[in-house]
């Protein structure tokens, strides 16, 4: 009986590893995506909204890259997946991208081959 409850105990902490790892990948690769291109941030009139959006894409970039190095160490802040975390940070980075007239990388479309 030990045994058994032994070996369950191992498999369902070796899914959570995997299951963590898949995250980690995911939200990585919708990491690398957090580029806002054909922005001249020297053309750019000064002012406050144009200061809110730069602090935008600054710090959801930077929120979501500490996501998932906190994740990595170990820390399990949401109750909701992290990559789908990062992915809400993503679109929040999109959006002022735009704002400020420049054109992110091509939005991520989920694969259904990736799961």
């Known amino acids: 009986m030990k045994i058994l409850f032994v070996l369950i105990v191992i498999a369902q902490l070796t899914g959570c590893v995997f299951g963590q790892s898949s995250e980690v990948k ?4 919708i990491l690398q995506r957090f580029q806002c ?4 941030t ?6 406050s909204i ?4 730069q602090q935008t894409l600054a710090a959801n970039k930077d929120k979501a890259s500490t996501y998932i190095e ?3 160490n170990g820390e399990d802040l949401f109750d909701i ?3 789908e975390v990062v992915q809400q940070k993503y679109q929040l980075y999109l959006q002022a ?4 007239g420049g054109v992110a990388a091509s939005p ?7 799961q």
Request: one cysteine or more; charged letters at 25%.
């Open 97 to 100: 991208c735009q704002a400020l």
């Open 37 to 40: 291109n054909n922005v001249e």
């Open 81 to 83: 997946p992290l990559d």
């Open 108 to 114: 991520l479309i989920p694969d259904s081959t990736e």
């Open 26 to 29: 995911r939200a990585e690769k």
């Open 42 to 47: 020297s053309q750019l009139a000064t002012s």
């Open 50 to 53: 144009t200061n809110f959006y």
């Open 70 to 72: 906190q994740y990595k």
